[in-house]
């Protein structure tokens, strides 16, 4: 079984230390994400498995392989292409598999540092329909000659792998911080595990409440004791029960709670997150 290679992320600029890559658990983990999530939905990813496992794993395998794409160095979303070209090639679920290689492709390339730039729902769908109908010569490369040229892609390289690695050069950025919206669910199992909660709402208001440990006087002046109470950090519009919080109330939250420089989104929140940004995307994908 493929395993995932661990290490430092880096921009291109400065050459990434260690790709990331995606191993058949991982895979597997965001299928049945999709399964829990489309559940009950007009176009549900039904719970078969796997075909062959054998086909999951030469679709994972396809990050090992060397694509002489690039005259030097190495860009981790040249992996990212081959994997989801693996995945539409093998086809190794029984459903799901164009929604599954989507949801892949949105994780690999935010586990090397990079996310969608300005790209909307139908630039997604074209990118996965035109794979899977292997008609990439009508993909659009609007910026993709600056950008491969700047990386160094060979530009005699027209095949189908070609087409989609520059399709990720020009449609993709990196970033060294990237906030993402989150289902409140999300944001509170996420709180409590920073001593923080999510209190009732108010008005139409959410305050984010967090633990703070203060000293206390006892009875009669004999000594003092520390107690934790839970203190107001931030005030953001209640979005509802299974609402999306925005990126940009994250950003201010984080900045409340002064975890700047600390990793707040975990792999089950970003899963979340892409799951409801792109919940209309996963029932036009069913069809194809």
Do not use: C
């Not at 559940?39 to 090992?64: C, H, I, M, W, Y």
């Amino acid at each position: 079984m493929v395993k995932a290679k661990s290490g430092v992320k880096a921009p291109l600029s400065s050459g990434p230390i260690s790709i990331q890559l995606l191993s058949q658990d991982r895979v597997l983990d965001l299928h049945r994400a999709l399964v829990v999530f489309s559940s009950g939905t007009e176009a549900p990813v039904k719970d078969l498995g796997l075909r062959d496992e054998n086909l999951l794993e030469a679709a994972v395998s396809r990050q090992f392989q060397s694509t002489g794409l690039l005259l030097e160095g190495s860009d981790p979303r040249e992996k990212t292409a081959t994997l989801l070209q693996g995945l539409l090639d093998e086809l190794p679920f029984y459903d799901g598999n164009a929604q599954t290689a989507l949801l892949t492709t949105l994780m690999h390339l935010d586990a090397n540092g990079f996310g969608p730039n300005q790209v909307s729902h139908d630039d997604l769908y074209r990118l996965v329909a035109t794979l899977i109908s292997h008609e990439t010569g009508d993909l659009p490369l609007r910026g993709a000659k600056a950008a491969t040229r700047k990386a160094g892609v060979k530009a005699t390289h027209e095949d189908e792998l070609s087409r989609v690695f520059q399709w990720l050069m020009a449609n993709t950025r990196w970033a060294e911080k990237r906030e993402y919206p989150l289902p409140v669910p999300e944001l509170k199992r996420l709180l409590l595990g920073l001593d923080a909660d999510l209190g009732p709402p108010s008005e139409g208001q959410i305050e984010v409440l967090k633990a703070e440990a203060q000293t206390e006087k006892r009875f009669l002046g004999l000594g003092s004791k520390t107690v934790s109470r839970m203190i107001p950090v931030l005030k953001f519009p209640d979005p509802g029960d299974d609402g999306l919080v925005s990126a940009n109330i994250l950003r201010d939250l984080q900045k409340a709670m002064g975890l700047e420089d600390k990793a707040v989104y975990d792999w089950s929140a970003k899963v979340k997150s892409f799951l409801r940004q792109y919940q209309t995307l996963w029932p036009r994908l069913a069809k194809l």
